[in-house]
């Protein structure tokens, strides 16, 4: 059979009729119309191919052991962050991007520990549970924290000025599934734009940045992992997240508190901000 536009798609999924993995033959029969359905809309250009083909090949030169650029790219398509929905949990705290900086193992601390190593400008307190749908809570439950410092940079993005392991910590929940450390507040900071990926945000005019927010998995044996974020209300870009990862229920008051005895409860010097979470595991 010819070749034709018209034709093009039914021959390629036909091509795979014989896969024998049949999720891998639904996942590629499903692809090629939706692939070939963008080309024909758009009249593509053989010169836009070429370009497509180079940007899609800087990419992938832009993937080594410590940075992920198709992962970036997949980001800042909202792909990562639909896939992340769609398999969410249905009744739990909802789930959002791992994000590129969960590279190193965060170091085991215990409940009230800083894992703010630099002591930075304003302590913050972060204090949750991790229960089960019921509202039962969860011992033995481990919560791995990391975020950025007040200037916006994990430990690895500078390791000339940061201890590694700083704005990390690995706790376990105590006999009430609760957890308590202390840090500072994160600030909104940009994604790598030193690649491909930067430059198509460049080349589109959109900005780089992410709200303000700590990184959280919690897990507990028989339950779903949870890999989730808290933002910190009333930061800038929570309404624009370059990565789509901002869901309304995982935005967190961190409320400043004043009082002397209140900082002292938590070993901290006041003024002091203060962040609540609950953290609700799914069975498995
Ligand atoms: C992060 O939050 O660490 C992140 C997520 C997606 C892309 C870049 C950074
Ligand atoms: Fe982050």
Redesign the pocket.
Known sequence: MDFTDETAAAAVVDSFADTPDPRLRELLQKLVPHLHAFVRETRLTVEEWEKAIAFLTAVGQNCDDTRQEFV?LS?VLGISMLTETINGQQEGTEST?L???HMTESPRRANGDSIDLLGGKTPCVVTGRVTDAAGTPLPGATVDVWQCTEEGFYDVQQPEVQPPGNGRGFFTTDADGAFRFRTVVPSHYP?PTDGPVGRMLLATKRHPY?PA?I?LIAEAPGHRTLTTHIFVAGGPYLDSDA?FAVKRSLVVDFAEITEPERAAEHGVTAPFRMAEIDLVLERE
């Open positions: 970036l980001d991007v994000g590129p900086f994604i992410r927010h990184h990565v």
